[in-house]
């Protein structure tokens, strides 16, 4: 599988969009990049997954530039419920062995 | 909506005794997990069962031992716990298991200490 690159933290005001990048430049054709949080002490959220084409849910959108070798999550209205470590994860099909391998991720810290 | 469920959510134990860290899913997931994490540290699989009856290693196997008792149920056992695997377990589980959905949901964690 693919291996991330995020940075380690990020600060954004609340109300305000957080983007938060990921770099996957050895990303294949069959790989999807997933997004989970975990916020302090809890387990990890999934929040979000696509392959190539920008996906949007009721939490997040996901901006997957053309070559597919960087990603953006955006969160559009921070709050500060969403300080979180966040993950970027690229998995592609693997049959049995199908699991999602974890980062370190980024810290967003959302200010008041 | 119970979700994934662990127990115990604390356990200390001493070195070299064993225990088993309980997990169940009331979801009807095929896929069962057990991740470790250790402080600043992300997530390293420990066992996986893609689906009732069969399991298989993860990053970081040794140590553990896991049991898939049902589709519902997945247990991950310490036979001689040692200091370094003082962690916080998480289990987790997922519909099939595929790339295509591999949406996990997680337990809240069982946070471990050896002593």
């Known amino acids: 599988d693919a291996k991330t690159t995020q940075p380690p933290s990020m600060d954004c005001a609340e109300g305000r969009a957080a983007n938060l990048p990921c770099n996957h430049s050895t990303i294949s054709g069959n790989e999807y990049v997933y997004w989970y949080r975990q916020i302090h002490s809890q387990g990890p959220q999934y929040i979000i997954h696509?392959?190539?084409n920008n996906e949007t849910n009721e939490m997040a959108s996901l901006i997957i530039t053309e070559d597919r070798k960087s990603s953006t999550l955006i969160l559009p209205h921070a709050t500060l419920r969403d300080t979180a470590v966040y993950y970027c994860?690229?998995?592609?099909?693997?049959?049995?062995?199908?699991?999602?391998?974890f980062g370190t991720g980024t810290l967003l810290a959302v200010q008041p | 909506n119970a979700g994934v469920t662990q127990t115990p959510k604390f356990q200390v134990l001493k070195t070299g005794q064993s225990m088993t860290l309980q997990c169940a899913q009331d979801?009807?997931?095929?896929?069962m997990y057990w991740y470790r994490q250790d402080p600043g540290m992300g997530l390293r699989l420990i066992y996986y069962s893609a689906s009732e009856g069969t399991t298989d290693k993860g990053e970081v196997p040794n140590g553990y031992n896991v049991s898939r008792l049902n589709k519902r149920e997945f247990s991950l056992r310490l036979e001689s716990a040692a200091p370094s695997q003082t962690s916080v377990y998480f289990c987790?589980?997922?519909?099939?298991?595929?790339?295509?959905?591999?949406?996990?949901?997680f337990g809240s964690g069982t946070q471990l200490s050896v002593l």
């Open positions: 987790a589980s997922s519909v099939e298991g595929v790339a295509t959905n591999e949406k996990l949901f």
């Open positions: 994860i690229v998995r592609g099909y693997g049959g049995a062995t199908n699991k999602l391998i």
């Open positions: 696509g392959l190539k």
């Open positions: 979801m009807n997931h095929n896929s």
